[in-house]
């Protein structure tokens, strides 16, 4: 156990639904990454927050939106759901600013239908 | 752009056996990282080892060792004394030094054999 939770395990959607997903990073991390892996775009850094502020972006759509809270648990927005987008979402943490030991939790999977 | 180029999909090995698993990657940069995760049956990423690139000793965590080669980019791990646990896909994943934009490769899937 990594000490990262991730809600909820799996999830079922339908197109142009919105979700939430939930990361609660492990206790003392600031850092929180997320993560999307799918079967057409492999694995994808989507954004990194740091004691509640965006500091790195990579590939994620305007579609999607992230967030940190006072008390570092994170959250990932995905709206307009579209069929590509049923994935593996993984969060990640980790004490410092720089991704060189994070932790990732189990994931949730999402399928669009 | 940065990529990460793993040219084997698939490769098995018998347990206790040795395997090299291989990585190139594209950078222009000189100070980055390297690493390897481990993703199980079970999903979950685990960070096997990782390289500084301003490190020029290769890494080494138990029976995981790599091979940095970096003049010609090119980032090998091997696993040595192979046990059925180690069954897995394998990424490997490469992240500019203070940019956390981490880049993976498509992973190869290792299978260990009784």
């Known amino acids: 156990d990594s000490g990262v939770t991730q809600t909820p395990k799996h999830l079922i959607t339908a197109t142009g639904q919105r979700v939430t997903l939930r990361c609660s990073p492990r206790s003392g991390d600031l850092s929180v990454y997320w993560y999307q892996q799918s079967l057409d775009q492999g694995l994808q850094f989507l954004i990194q927050y740091y004691n509640g502020e965006e500091r790195a972006k990579g590939n994620i759509l305007e579609r999607f939106s992230a967030q940190q809270f006072p008390d570092l648990h994170s959250e990932l927005n995905l709206s307009s759901l579209e069929l590509g987008d049923s994935a593996l979402y993984f969060c990640?943490?980790?004490?410092?600013?720089?991704?060189?030991?994070?932790?990732f939790g189990q994931g949730t999977r999402l399928t669009v239908v | 752009a940065q990529t990460v180029t793993q040219s084997q999909p698939e490769m098995s090995v018998q347990e206790a056996e040795t395997v090299t698993l291989s990585c190139t990657y594209d950078t222009s940069e000189n100070n980055y990282y390297l690493f390897w995760y481990k993703q199980p049956p079970s999903r979950q990423m685990i960070l096997v080892i990782r390289?500084?690139?301003?490190?020029?000793q290769n890494a080494t965590e138990n029976r995981f060792s790599v091979n940095f080669q970096k003049a010609a980019k090119s980032f090998s791990l091997k696993i040595s004394d192979s046990q059925l646990g180690d069954t897995a896909m394998y990424f490997c994943a490469f992240m500019r030094h203070n940019n956390n934009d981490m880049r993976f490769g498509a992973g190869t899937r290792l299978t260990v054999k009784p």
């Open positions: 390289q500084e690139a301003y490190k020029q």
């Open positions: 990640a943490s980790s004490v410092m600013r720089e991704n060189t030991e994070a932790f």
